[in-house]
Each structure stands twice: as structure tokens, then as C-alpha cells.
């Protein structure tokens, strides 16, 4: 976001700790200095900061992220009211689709897939729980921002714009607001490979409170067999019944 104040120590922190989580092994102070361009003393000192408030562990002489971090993501979805209310349906999706079902909401003008439920099918995407994703190039995204009202839209265009990750990717306003409108109409959208390419999906979203965040669920899988008949009608009806399932678990 632009036009902020921000503290400098506090992102230098932010960026140590997310080199260390994005690492599959653990890391030297010298290593970590060169990565995020600081000195080895800076680094040194944010990373006993991060150790001693639980986020970071040390193993011999290098650092690893801590399992702490988990419980921070645990809490903070724990108090989404959708996700309780989704997170079975969700599991249930998944179980007779044989696809990867996902929930996401929108946060600041992206999509965050918050859970991800596996089915049956050797295949998963290349995005986990926690990916902030933009909300034009995903089912679940697009059917957010088509349950958002118009200006809220245009500020999320104007601040995020449309870029293009696929060949496939909708770039221009208004061939967005169109799809958006049919989205609107038809209560489904779809994603034909315009994040990954050779992955298509299919969401819908949950209409919740104006002070919950947009939601949306979704099915997503590899082109070669969410095609046809079964992306359009069997899986479409599947993920349309599971959001009509978790409304009903929201206004109980």
C-alpha cells in the first residue's frame, strides 16, 4: 500500500523472518545478512528479538523459522465466523469432488485462501493457505469481486490493477466488469487458466454481514480433466449446493 508511514526495524524483521520461512534448511547470520542487505550485527540483533518472543529457533549456530508462527495464523483464521462455519462443507467438497476445495476472502483488495481441503486426485496448486492472491485471476476472486459493490471494485482496480500472470489473464476493465456482471447473474464464476496456466476452477461466494470480509469458495484442478460436463454441471452444482449449505450454517 502506498501513502503510509512505516518503521524500518519492523519490516527489516519481517524480512529476516520471511527469508527463514521460505528456506527448506536452516541459516547463518552471514547468509541471512547477505540475503536482505543488512549488516550481520542488524540481523543479528532482530533475529534474538525474534527468538526470544518464540518466532525464530536456533540450531546449531544457524535459524530456523518456529513452529510459533503457526499459532498466530491458527488464531488469527480462528476467528473467522465463515471459516468455522465452512471449513466441514469445505472438507465435504473436497470428498465427493476428488478436487482440491479451497476458502478464501478478500483482505485489502487481494483473495487469501484461508483453507484448503484435498481430494481423492493426485494434484494440488502452486499457492498455499496464507497466499495473497489478486482477486482477478481466481474463480473464488472474481465471484468476490463481482459480490463487491461498484466503487468498492473500481478502488481495489485502481490501487491493485490487472496484471497479467497467464497468457489467459483478464487485463482490461472492461471485459472484467462484463464477466463480472454475468458472474452477478449466473452466481458462478470460473477461472480458465488465468493464474496457472493448464488449471481451470470454479467458485461462488457467501454473502455475509457488510462488516465480514467478502468470502468465497471454490473447486480448482488441472485442465485436462475439469473440462466439459463435469466442470459445468457436476462439479458447478456441487460448489453452488456447498455455499447455499454454509449460508445456512451462517444464519443459524
Not at 64 to 77: N, Q, T
Request: charged share 25%; net charge negative.
Amino acid at each position: 500500500m502506498t501513502g503510509t508511514t512505516t518503521v524500518d526495524a519492523t519490516m527489516n524483521s519481517f524480512r529476516i523472518l520471511e527469508r527463514l520461512v521460505a528456506s527448506d534448511e536452516a541459516l547463518g547470520v552471514t547468509e541471512l545478512a547477505a540475503d536482505v542487505g543488512l549488516s550481520k550485527g542488524v540481523v543479528h540483533t532482530h533475529l534474538n528479538t525474534l527468538a526470544e518472543l518464540g518466532y525464530v529457533t536456533k540450531r546449531d549456530r544457524k535459524y530456523l523459522a518456529s513452529m510459533g508462527l503457526l499459532a498466530l495464523g491458527e488464531d488469527v483464521r480462528s476467528h473467522l465466523g465463515v471459516f468455522t462455519a465452512a471449513r466441514r462443507h469445505v472438507d465435504n467438497l473436497a470428498r465427493v469432488t476428488g478436487e482440491v476445495s479451497t476458502l478464501f476472502v478478500e483482505e485489502d483488495g487481494v483473495g487469501i485462501c484461508v483453507y484448503m481441503a484435498h481430494g481423492s486426485n493426485d494434484w494440488t496448486p502452486e499457492y498455499a493457505c496464507g497466499t495473497r492472491i489478486p482477486l482477478h485471476v481466481t474463480a473464488p476472486g472474481k465471484a468476490m469481486l463481482a459480490s463487491l459493490g461498484r466503487e468498492r471494485v473500481a478502488d481495489i482496480l485502481d490501487e491493485r490493477g490487472l496484471d497479467a500472470q497467464t497468457a489467459e489473464t483478464i487485463t482490461d476493465r472492461n471485459v472484467l466488469r462484463g464477466e463480472l456482471r454475468t458472474i452477478r447473474e449466473n452466481g458462478i464464476s470460473f477461472c480458465r487458466e488465468e493464474q496457472s496456466a493448464g488449471v481451470i476452477g470454479v467458485g461462488t461466494s457467501i454473502a455475509l454481514t457488510e462488516r465480514a470480509p467478502a468470502a468465497a469458495i471454490g473447486v480448482c484442478g488441472p485442465s485436462s480433466r475439469l473440462t466439459g460436463r463435469y466442470l459445468e454441471e457436476d462439479i458447478t452444482g456441487q460448489v453452488i449446493s456447498t455455499a447455499k449449505s454454509i449460508q445456512v450454517d451462517l444464519t443459524r
